[in-house]
């Protein structure tokens, strides 16, 4: 087999301890057992080391992640992970039957294109005053529709018994859920599935308390 250098060399990780979708990569990589070096970017430093000319080159989107993997750069979670997905062994992020997959994809995505954007911090820093409000209305919002599609999907975890990129997509929406004080004993299946899956090393180890740029005063 011919392995090309880049394949040889870790992937490296710019990313934000606290930001969820880093978290999502983060959980990824654990679960494969991928080593990775991590370089932060500081989201509120400096009035945000993500807005700088050297970070905007290689995300023009100006967020993260950026993951640099097998020679080539990518942004957006969901591809990081898929790409990771198709390129290395390990257990599968996402199930081999077609209606799992979609519906893997269906909560995927509910989570990252339909809350998360939503209370990003570039968002949030547009609307200026009522933040809290505006990020607990999105969340509040898409987990009454997430709740009643994951207790039709979920068994042990969001989709079936297998971990999956749906599972990924929950835990970190669930502490941004803590963040803005949504309650989330309002969504039963939600909560059961968060509490499982926070018993799971790569969901453990991978938590914003405790990354290289995670702050002391925070640290656990
Ligand atoms: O420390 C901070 O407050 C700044 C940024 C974040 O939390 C990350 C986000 O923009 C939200 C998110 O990942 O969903």
């Not at 097998?70 to 969901?78: E, K, R, V, W």
């Not at 290395?88 to 995505?109: C, E, F, H, N, T």
């Not at 599972?167 to 803590?178: F, G, K, M």
Request: aromatic share 8%; charged share 20%.
């Amino acid at each position: 087999m011919r392995l090309s250098l880049a394949c040889l060399t870790k992937p490296i990780l710019h990313g934000y301890f606290r930001s969820s979708c880093s978290w999502r990569v983060r959980i990824a990589f654990a679960l494969k057992g991928i080593e990775f070096d991590h370089l932060p970017v500081n989201l509120i430093k400096d009035g945000g080391q993500q807005l700088t000319d050297q970070y905007k080159a290689l995300n023009p989107m100006q967020q993260v992640p950026a993951v640099q993997i097998d020679g080539i750069t990518l942004s957006q979670s969901l591809a990081v992970i898929q790409y990771i997905e198709e390129t290395r062994p390990g257990p599968r992020l996402l199930p081999a039957d077609p209606k799992k997959r979609a519906q893997v994809r269906m909560i995927s995505d509910l989570i990252a294109s339909g809350i998360q954007p939503m209370q990003n911090l570039y968002v949030l820093q547009k609307i200026g005053a009522e933040k809290l409000q505006w990020g607990q209305h999105f969340i509040q919002r898409g987990f009454e529709a997430l709740e009643p599609i994951l207790k039709e999907t979920a068994s042990k975890y969001c989709v079936g018994d297998e971990i999956s990129m749906a599972d990924i997509c929950l835990v970190p929406q669930v502490y941004n859920a803590e963040r803005f004080k949504v309650d989330v004993d309002q969504f039963p299946t939600i909560k059961r599935l968060n509490q499982t899956l926070m018993k799971v090393d790569a969901f453990k180890l991978s938590h914003p308390s405790c990354q290289p740029d995670t702050p002391a005063d925070i640290r656990t």
